[in-house]
DNA sequence: ACTGTTTCTTAAGATACCTTATGGGTACGT
DNA sequence: ACGTACCCATAAGGTATCTTAAGAAACAGT
Protein backbone atom coordinates (compact mmCIF):
# COMPACT_ATOMS: atom_id res chain seq x y z
CA UNK A 1 0.00 0.00 0.00
CA UNK A 2 1.28 3.17 -0.84
CA UNK A 3 0.88 5.57 1.96
CA UNK A 4 3.68 8.20 0.94
CA UNK A 5 2.02 10.63 -0.93
CA UNK A 6 -0.62 11.14 2.11
CA UNK A 7 2.01 10.88 4.54
CA UNK A 8 4.43 13.80 2.28
CA UNK A 9 1.03 15.99 2.40
CA UNK A 10 0.36 16.31 6.18
CA UNK A 11 4.06 16.77 6.85
CA UNK A 12 3.96 20.11 4.66
CA UNK A 13 1.48 20.90 6.80
CA UNK A 14 2.99 19.75 9.95
CA UNK A 15 5.33 16.98 10.40
CA UNK A 16 4.64 14.13 11.64
CA UNK A 17 6.32 11.58 13.91
CA UNK A 18 7.08 7.91 13.72
CA UNK A 19 3.90 6.83 15.64
CA UNK A 20 1.76 9.47 13.72
CA UNK A 21 2.99 8.00 10.38
CA UNK A 22 2.03 4.29 11.63
CA UNK A 23 -1.54 5.50 12.22
CA UNK A 24 -1.86 6.83 8.98
CA UNK A 25 -0.78 3.53 7.44
CA UNK A 26 -2.24 1.54 9.80
CA UNK A 27 -5.87 3.41 8.74
CA UNK A 28 -6.16 4.84 5.91
CA UNK A 29 -6.87 1.57 3.32
CA UNK A 30 -5.88 1.57 -0.40
CA UNK A 31 -8.86 1.54 -2.98
CA UNK A 32 -8.78 1.06 -6.61
CA UNK A 33 -12.02 2.67 -8.04
CA UNK A 34 -13.00 2.12 -11.81
CA UNK A 35 -14.50 5.02 -13.96
CA UNK A 36 -17.72 5.39 -13.72
CA UNK A 37 -17.78 3.94 -10.67
CA UNK A 38 -19.62 5.28 -7.19
CA UNK A 39 -17.86 6.04 -4.02
CA UNK A 40 -20.81 7.96 -2.93
CA UNK A 41 -24.46 7.98 -3.90
CA UNK A 42 -26.95 10.13 -2.67
CA UNK A 43 -29.01 8.41 -0.21
CA UNK A 44 -26.00 6.90 1.81
CA UNK A 45 -24.05 8.07 4.45
CA UNK A 46 -20.40 9.03 3.97
CA UNK A 47 -18.59 7.25 6.04
CA UNK A 48 -15.03 7.91 4.87
CA UNK A 49 -12.72 10.79 3.97
CA UNK A 50 -11.03 10.21 1.21
CA UNK A 51 -7.82 11.27 -0.46
CA UNK A 52 -7.04 10.82 -4.11
CA UNK A 53 -3.48 8.95 -5.05
CA UNK A 54 -4.50 8.41 -8.78
CA UNK A 55 -6.96 9.60 -10.92
CA UNK A 56 -9.80 11.69 -10.49
CA UNK A 57 -13.14 12.08 -9.50
CA UNK A 58 -16.24 14.63 -9.41
CA UNK A 59 -18.37 15.11 -7.00
CA UNK A 60 -21.75 16.81 -7.98
CA UNK A 61 -25.88 16.17 -7.18
CA UNK A 62 -28.83 16.68 -9.22
CA UNK A 63 -31.41 19.15 -8.78
CA UNK A 64 -35.30 18.51 -9.10
CA UNK A 65 -35.47 18.79 -12.55
CA UNK A 66 -32.93 15.66 -12.92
CA UNK A 67 -29.95 18.02 -14.11
CA UNK A 68 -26.62 17.00 -12.76
CA UNK A 69 -24.62 20.21 -11.05
CA UNK A 70 -20.59 19.19 -10.68
CA UNK A 71 -19.39 20.91 -6.86
CA UNK A 72 -15.74 19.89 -6.89
CA UNK A 73 -13.05 17.75 -9.02
CA UNK A 74 -10.47 15.86 -7.24
CA UNK A 75 -7.37 15.26 -8.80
CA UNK A 76 -4.00 13.45 -7.19
CA UNK A 77 -3.06 14.58 -3.55
CA UNK A 78 -7.01 16.42 -3.62
CA UNK A 79 -9.57 15.18 -0.67
CA UNK A 80 -12.78 14.66 -1.37
CA UNK A 81 -15.85 13.11 0.64
CA UNK A 82 -19.07 15.22 1.88
CA UNK A 83 -18.72 17.27 4.83
CA UNK A 84 -22.36 17.71 5.67
CA UNK A 85 -23.23 14.19 5.58
CA UNK A 86 -20.13 12.92 7.33
CA UNK A 87 -20.26 14.66 9.92
CA UNK A 88 -24.19 15.04 10.75
CA UNK A 89 -24.10 11.00 9.73
CA UNK A 90 -26.98 12.37 7.68
CA UNK A 91 -28.21 11.01 4.23
CA UNK A 92 -25.80 12.84 1.32
CA UNK A 93 -27.16 14.68 -1.29
CA UNK A 94 -24.34 14.37 -3.26
CA UNK A 95 -22.73 11.92 -5.63
CA UNK A 96 -18.72 11.28 -5.86
CA UNK A 97 -18.22 9.26 -9.10
CA UNK A 98 -14.82 8.43 -10.59
CA UNK A 99 -13.70 10.53 -13.87
CA UNK A 100 -10.59 7.88 -14.95
CA UNK A 101 -9.93 4.58 -12.78
CA UNK A 102 -8.38 5.28 -9.80
CA UNK A 103 -6.81 4.75 -6.68
CA UNK A 104 -7.41 6.15 -3.15
CA UNK A 105 -6.92 6.19 0.46
CA UNK A 106 -9.83 5.82 2.88
CA UNK A 107 -10.44 6.42 6.51
CA UNK A 108 -12.99 5.32 7.98
CA UNK A 109 -15.25 8.08 10.06
CA UNK A 110 -14.68 5.97 13.05
CA UNK A 111 -10.77 5.87 12.98
CA UNK A 112 -11.12 9.47 11.79
CA UNK A 113 -12.62 10.23 15.16
CA UNK A 114 -9.89 8.25 17.37
CA UNK A 115 -7.03 10.18 15.29
CA UNK A 116 -7.99 13.55 16.48
CA UNK A 117 -8.67 12.29 19.95
CA UNK A 118 -5.00 9.74 20.22
CA UNK A 119 -2.98 12.48 18.08
CA UNK A 120 -4.18 16.17 18.56
CA UNK A 121 -1.96 17.48 16.00
CA UNK A 122 -4.35 15.60 13.52
CA UNK A 123 -6.82 18.39 14.56
CA UNK A 124 -4.52 21.29 13.63
CA UNK A 125 -3.59 19.78 10.01
CA UNK A 126 -7.56 19.43 9.90
CA UNK A 127 -8.73 22.69 10.62
CA UNK A 128 -5.87 24.04 8.32
CA UNK A 129 -7.32 21.51 5.57
CA UNK A 130 -10.48 23.22 6.30
CA UNK A 131 -9.50 26.60 6.40
CA UNK A 132 -8.03 26.35 2.78
CA UNK A 133 -10.78 24.42 1.08
CA UNK A 134 -13.02 27.53 3.05
CA UNK A 135 -10.76 30.08 1.22
CA UNK A 136 -11.01 27.95 -2.10
CA UNK A 137 -15.16 28.12 -1.86
CA UNK A 138 -15.26 31.73 -0.93
CA UNK A 139 -13.27 32.60 -3.69
CA UNK A 140 -15.54 30.50 -6.13
CA UNK A 141 -18.75 32.26 -4.28
CA UNK A 142 -16.95 35.82 -5.20
CA UNK A 143 -16.28 34.60 -9.08
CA UNK A 144 -20.09 33.39 -9.10
CA UNK A 145 -21.81 36.71 -7.32
CA UNK A 146 -19.35 38.87 -9.49
CA UNK A 147 -18.11 37.38 -12.72
CA UNK A 148 -19.53 36.50 -16.41
CA UNK A 149 -19.31 32.74 -17.16
CA UNK A 150 -16.32 33.87 -19.58
CA UNK A 151 -14.62 35.44 -17.03
CA UNK A 152 -15.24 32.60 -14.47
CA UNK A 153 -14.24 29.88 -17.47
CA UNK A 154 -10.82 31.66 -18.16
CA UNK A 155 -10.43 31.88 -14.31
CA UNK A 156 -10.93 28.16 -13.94
CA UNK A 157 -8.24 27.74 -16.97
CA UNK A 158 -5.58 29.81 -15.13
CA UNK A 159 -6.59 28.42 -11.28
CA UNK A 160 -6.88 24.26 -12.62
CA UNK A 161 -4.93 24.14 -15.83
CA UNK A 162 -4.29 20.60 -15.12
CA UNK A 163 -7.79 20.11 -15.46
CA UNK A 164 -7.60 21.33 -19.22
CA UNK A 165 -6.66 18.21 -21.30
CA UNK A 166 -8.37 16.15 -18.89
CA UNK A 167 -11.89 17.12 -17.72
CA UNK A 168 -14.59 17.29 -20.79
CA UNK A 169 -16.21 20.43 -21.21
CA UNK A 170 -19.83 19.47 -20.06
CA UNK A 171 -18.44 18.69 -16.54
CA UNK A 172 -16.83 22.18 -16.47
CA UNK A 173 -19.48 23.65 -17.98
CA UNK A 174 -21.72 21.90 -15.16
CA UNK A 175 -18.86 23.16 -12.38
CA UNK A 176 -19.22 26.90 -14.04
CA UNK A 177 -23.06 26.63 -13.72
CA UNK A 178 -24.06 27.08 -17.61
CA UNK A 179 -24.77 25.21 -20.55
CA UNK A 180 -21.98 23.07 -22.18
CA UNK A 181 -23.59 25.06 -25.21
CA UNK A 182 -22.93 27.87 -24.06
CA UNK A 183 -19.52 27.07 -22.98
CA UNK A 184 -19.09 25.98 -26.44
CA UNK A 185 -19.84 29.98 -27.53
CA UNK A 186 -17.65 31.28 -24.80
CA UNK A 187 -14.59 28.98 -26.16
CA UNK A 188 -15.42 30.23 -29.59
CA UNK A 189 -15.12 33.92 -28.90
CA UNK A 190 -12.23 33.07 -27.32
CA UNK A 191 -10.44 31.57 -29.22
CA UNK A 192 -11.28 33.99 -31.92
CA UNK A 193 -9.95 36.92 -30.00
CA UNK B 1 -16.60 42.66 29.85
CA UNK B 2 -19.24 40.62 28.36
CA UNK B 3 -17.70 37.21 27.42
CA UNK B 4 -20.39 34.94 28.45
CA UNK B 5 -21.89 34.35 24.87
CA UNK B 6 -18.44 33.45 23.31
CA UNK B 7 -17.76 31.13 26.29
CA UNK B 8 -21.55 29.76 26.14
CA UNK B 9 -20.67 29.17 22.51
CA UNK B 10 -17.69 26.79 22.88
CA UNK B 11 -19.08 25.01 25.40
CA UNK B 12 -22.03 24.23 22.88
CA UNK B 13 -19.43 22.49 20.92
CA UNK B 14 -17.01 21.02 23.35
CA UNK B 15 -17.11 22.30 27.37
CA UNK B 16 -14.57 24.24 28.63
CA UNK B 17 -12.47 23.71 31.79
CA UNK B 18 -11.81 26.81 34.09
CA UNK B 19 -8.68 27.41 32.40
CA UNK B 20 -9.64 27.06 29.21
CA UNK B 21 -12.63 30.28 30.47
CA UNK B 22 -9.74 32.21 32.33
CA UNK B 23 -7.83 32.59 28.78
CA UNK B 24 -10.99 33.56 26.99
CA UNK B 25 -12.05 36.04 28.89
CA UNK B 26 -8.23 37.07 29.01
CA UNK B 27 -7.45 37.25 25.31
CA UNK B 28 -10.54 38.25 23.45
CA UNK B 29 -11.11 41.94 24.24
CA UNK B 30 -14.38 43.71 23.70
CA UNK B 31 -14.82 47.05 21.26
CA UNK B 32 -17.51 49.13 20.38
CA UNK B 33 -18.06 49.70 16.77
CA UNK B 34 -20.30 52.53 15.12
CA UNK B 35 -22.82 51.99 11.89
CA UNK B 36 -20.79 52.49 9.11
CA UNK B 37 -17.20 51.89 10.57
CA UNK B 38 -15.04 49.04 8.99
CA UNK B 39 -12.86 46.26 11.62
CA UNK B 40 -10.91 46.10 7.74
CA UNK B 41 -10.48 47.26 4.79
CA UNK B 42 -9.11 46.57 1.80
CA UNK B 43 -4.36 46.24 1.59
CA UNK B 44 -5.41 46.15 5.49
CA UNK B 45 -4.08 42.27 7.02
CA UNK B 46 -6.55 41.20 9.02
CA UNK B 47 -4.86 40.38 12.29
CA UNK B 48 -7.72 39.70 14.22
CA UNK B 49 -10.77 37.11 14.95
CA UNK B 50 -13.81 38.48 15.71
CA UNK B 51 -17.28 37.39 17.29
CA UNK B 52 -20.53 39.72 17.43
CA UNK B 53 -21.65 40.19 20.68
CA UNK B 54 -24.32 42.78 19.56
CA UNK B 55 -25.05 44.16 15.98
CA UNK B 56 -24.81 43.24 12.33
CA UNK B 57 -21.94 43.50 9.93
CA UNK B 58 -21.26 42.91 6.04
CA UNK B 59 -18.33 41.61 4.63
CA UNK B 60 -17.75 42.81 0.85
CA UNK B 61 -15.25 42.89 -1.95
CA UNK B 62 -15.48 45.49 -4.85
CA UNK B 63 -14.90 44.39 -8.48
CA UNK B 64 -12.80 46.23 -10.92
CA UNK B 65 -16.02 48.19 -12.12
CA UNK B 66 -16.31 49.84 -8.58
CA UNK B 67 -18.41 47.40 -7.70
CA UNK B 68 -19.69 45.96 -4.10
CA UNK B 69 -20.80 42.29 -3.52
CA UNK B 70 -21.36 41.18 -0.12
CA UNK B 71 -19.80 37.60 0.64
CA UNK B 72 -21.31 37.10 4.06
CA UNK B 73 -23.32 39.19 6.85
CA UNK B 74 -22.49 38.34 10.88
CA UNK B 75 -25.03 38.90 13.55
CA UNK B 76 -24.70 37.78 17.27
CA UNK B 77 -23.34 34.61 17.94
CA UNK B 78 -21.43 34.25 14.31
CA UNK B 79 -17.79 34.80 13.06
CA UNK B 80 -15.82 37.42 10.79
CA UNK B 81 -12.74 37.76 9.29
CA UNK B 82 -11.16 37.37 6.32
CA UNK B 83 -9.61 34.18 6.95
CA UNK B 84 -7.44 34.26 3.50
CA UNK B 85 -6.02 37.21 4.59
CA UNK B 86 -5.33 36.27 8.57
CA UNK B 87 -3.55 32.90 7.59
CA UNK B 88 -1.42 33.91 4.91
CA UNK B 89 -0.75 37.31 6.51
CA UNK B 90 -1.72 39.28 2.86
CA UNK B 91 -3.39 42.86 2.57
CA UNK B 92 -6.90 41.83 2.60
CA UNK B 93 -9.15 42.03 -0.69
CA UNK B 94 -12.00 42.52 1.50
CA UNK B 95 -14.23 45.13 3.52
CA UNK B 96 -16.29 44.02 6.66
CA UNK B 97 -18.31 47.20 7.34
CA UNK B 98 -21.01 47.74 10.56
CA UNK B 99 -24.04 47.81 9.27
CA UNK B 100 -25.69 48.97 12.70
CA UNK B 101 -23.91 49.80 16.12
CA UNK B 102 -22.49 47.13 17.32
CA UNK B 103 -20.46 45.51 19.91
CA UNK B 104 -17.38 42.46 18.73
CA UNK B 105 -15.00 40.18 20.78
CA UNK B 106 -11.78 40.11 18.83
CA UNK B 107 -8.50 38.13 19.42
CA UNK B 108 -5.23 38.85 18.38
CA UNK B 109 -3.51 36.52 15.74
CA UNK B 110 -0.72 35.87 17.84
CA UNK B 111 -3.33 35.09 20.71
CA UNK B 112 -4.72 32.86 18.66
CA UNK B 113 -1.85 30.92 17.52
CA UNK B 114 -1.10 30.17 21.34
CA UNK B 115 -4.50 29.31 21.83
CA UNK B 116 -3.90 26.72 19.22
CA UNK B 117 -0.48 25.54 21.00
CA UNK B 118 -1.16 25.80 24.99
CA UNK B 119 -5.03 24.62 24.91
CA UNK B 120 -4.84 21.93 22.10
CA UNK B 121 -9.18 21.94 22.71
CA UNK B 122 -9.32 24.86 20.27
CA UNK B 123 -8.15 23.23 17.39
CA UNK B 124 -10.95 20.76 17.86
CA UNK B 125 -12.96 23.65 18.47
CA UNK B 126 -12.09 25.64 15.44
CA UNK B 127 -11.97 22.90 13.29
CA UNK B 128 -15.78 22.14 13.65
CA UNK B 129 -15.91 25.96 12.95
CA UNK B 130 -14.33 25.83 9.55
CA UNK B 131 -16.05 22.49 9.04
CA UNK B 132 -19.41 24.01 9.50
CA UNK B 133 -18.26 27.04 7.65
CA UNK B 134 -17.47 25.06 4.64
CA UNK B 135 -21.07 23.61 4.39
CA UNK B 136 -22.25 26.49 4.49
CA UNK B 137 -20.03 27.83 1.86
CA UNK B 138 -20.91 24.42 -0.34
CA UNK B 139 -24.73 24.84 -0.21
CA UNK B 140 -23.87 28.09 -1.35
CA UNK B 141 -22.07 27.17 -3.83
CA UNK B 142 -25.34 24.67 -5.37
CA UNK B 143 -27.48 27.32 -4.84
CA UNK B 144 -25.13 29.84 -6.93
CA UNK B 145 -25.01 27.12 -9.49
CA UNK B 146 -27.74 25.44 -10.02
CA UNK B 147 -31.08 27.99 -8.79
CA UNK B 148 -32.38 30.89 -10.41
CA UNK B 149 -32.63 34.68 -8.35
CA UNK B 150 -35.92 33.86 -7.59
CA UNK B 151 -34.71 30.66 -5.90
CA UNK B 152 -31.94 31.59 -4.10
CA UNK B 153 -33.99 34.92 -2.63
CA UNK B 154 -36.64 32.95 -0.81
CA UNK B 155 -33.63 30.20 0.28
CA UNK B 156 -32.36 33.22 1.78
CA UNK B 157 -35.06 33.85 3.37
CA UNK B 158 -35.69 30.60 4.71
CA UNK B 159 -32.07 30.14 5.82
CA UNK B 160 -31.91 33.63 7.71
CA UNK B 161 -35.15 35.05 8.56
CA UNK B 162 -33.54 37.22 11.10
CA UNK B 163 -32.02 39.28 8.25
CA UNK B 164 -35.72 40.20 6.57
CA UNK B 165 -36.25 43.55 8.50
CA UNK B 166 -32.16 44.01 9.37
CA UNK B 167 -30.67 44.17 6.14
CA UNK B 168 -31.80 46.31 3.40
CA UNK B 169 -32.76 44.78 -0.02
CA UNK B 170 -29.66 46.21 -1.66
CA UNK B 171 -27.65 44.76 1.05
CA UNK B 172 -29.50 41.21 0.33
CA UNK B 173 -29.47 41.77 -3.71
CA UNK B 174 -25.06 42.12 -3.64
CA UNK B 175 -25.29 39.11 -1.48
CA UNK B 176 -27.51 37.26 -4.18
CA UNK B 177 -25.50 38.51 -6.91
CA UNK B 178 -28.64 40.38 -8.57
CA UNK B 179 -29.28 44.03 -9.17
CA UNK B 180 -31.76 45.82 -6.52
CA UNK B 181 -33.79 46.54 -9.53
CA UNK B 182 -33.95 43.12 -10.02
CA UNK B 183 -34.60 41.97 -6.74
CA UNK B 184 -37.25 44.35 -6.76
CA UNK B 185 -39.14 42.36 -9.70
CA UNK B 186 -38.50 39.32 -7.68
CA UNK B 187 -40.09 40.58 -4.75
CA UNK B 188 -43.14 42.21 -6.79
CA UNK B 189 -43.55 38.38 -8.03
CA UNK B 190 -43.84 36.64 -5.07
CA UNK B 191 -45.92 39.28 -3.24
CA UNK B 192 -48.53 38.41 -6.05
CA UNK B 193 -48.87 34.53 -6.14
C1' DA C 1 -38.74 68.91 13.15
C1' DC C 2 -35.74 69.61 8.92
C1' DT C 3 -32.95 68.33 5.42
C1' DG C 4 -30.05 65.57 2.91
C1' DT C 5 -29.23 60.85 1.92
C1' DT C 6 -30.48 56.28 1.14
C1' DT C 7 -33.92 52.97 -0.25
C1' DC C 8 -37.40 50.96 -3.03
C1' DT C 9 -40.06 50.79 -7.17
C1' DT C 10 -41.20 51.07 -12.13
C1' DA C 11 -40.27 50.72 -16.95
C1' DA C 12 -37.84 50.35 -21.53
C1' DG C 13 -34.24 48.68 -24.08
C1' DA C 14 -29.94 45.77 -24.00
C1' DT C 15 -27.21 41.62 -23.00
C1' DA C 16 -26.24 37.09 -21.01
C1' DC C 17 -27.59 32.78 -20.88
C1' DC C 18 -30.89 28.77 -21.85
C1' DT C 19 -33.57 25.38 -24.69
C1' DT C 20 -34.14 22.48 -28.36
C1' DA C 21 -32.61 20.34 -32.35
C1' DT C 22 -29.13 18.61 -35.48
C1' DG C 23 -24.83 16.68 -37.33
C1' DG C 24 -20.07 15.31 -37.46
C1' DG C 25 -16.27 13.68 -34.92
C1' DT C 26 -14.00 10.87 -31.31
C1' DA C 27 -13.22 7.62 -27.75
C1' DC C 28 -14.51 3.36 -25.30
C1' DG C 29 -15.93 -1.37 -24.42
C1' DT C 30 -16.22 -5.75 -26.47
C1' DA D 1 -11.97 -3.55 -35.77
C1' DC D 2 -16.63 -2.36 -34.87
C1' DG D 3 -20.47 -0.23 -33.28
C1' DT D 4 -22.27 2.61 -29.93
C1' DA D 5 -22.21 6.04 -26.88
C1' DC D 6 -20.40 10.30 -25.84
C1' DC D 7 -18.59 14.81 -27.01
C1' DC D 8 -18.36 19.21 -29.26
C1' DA D 9 -20.10 22.73 -32.27
C1' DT D 10 -23.73 25.55 -34.46
C1' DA D 11 -28.00 28.02 -34.86
C1' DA D 12 -32.73 30.00 -33.84
C1' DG D 13 -35.84 31.55 -30.68
C1' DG D 14 -36.89 32.19 -25.72
C1' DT D 15 -36.15 33.67 -20.80
C1' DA D 16 -33.46 35.74 -17.07
C1' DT D 17 -31.05 39.38 -15.67
C1' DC D 18 -28.75 44.06 -16.38
C1' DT D 19 -28.52 49.10 -17.42
C1' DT D 20 -30.12 53.52 -17.14
C1' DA D 21 -33.18 56.92 -15.60
C1' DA D 22 -36.53 58.88 -12.70
C1' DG D 23 -39.71 59.64 -8.83
C1' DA D 24 -41.73 58.59 -4.33
C1' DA D 25 -41.07 56.93 0.33
C1' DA D 26 -38.38 56.04 4.34
C1' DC D 27 -34.63 57.03 7.17
C1' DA D 28 -30.52 59.19 9.62
C1' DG D 29 -28.05 62.89 11.61
C1' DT D 30 -28.36 67.22 13.64
Given amino acids: ?10 NKILPLDDEEKVFVEAFF ?12 QE ?4 MHNTFVLEGCFRMYFIDDKGKEHN ?7 WWIGDISSFHAEEPSKLYIEAVENSIILQ ?10 V ?12 AENAMVGLQQRTIQNISSTAEE ?19 QIASYLGVTPEFLSAIRKKIAKS
Avoid at 29 to 40: A, D, P, S
Avoid at 107 to 116: A, P, R, T
Fill in 1 to 10: MNTKPLIDYF
Fill in 29 to 40: KERRVKRRQFIL
Fill in 43 to 46: GEIC
Fill in 71 to 77: LQFAVEN
Fill in 107 to 116: IKKEDQLNLF
Fill in 118 to 129: DYPKFNRIFRVL
Fill in 152 to 170: RYLDFLKRYPQFFNRISNI
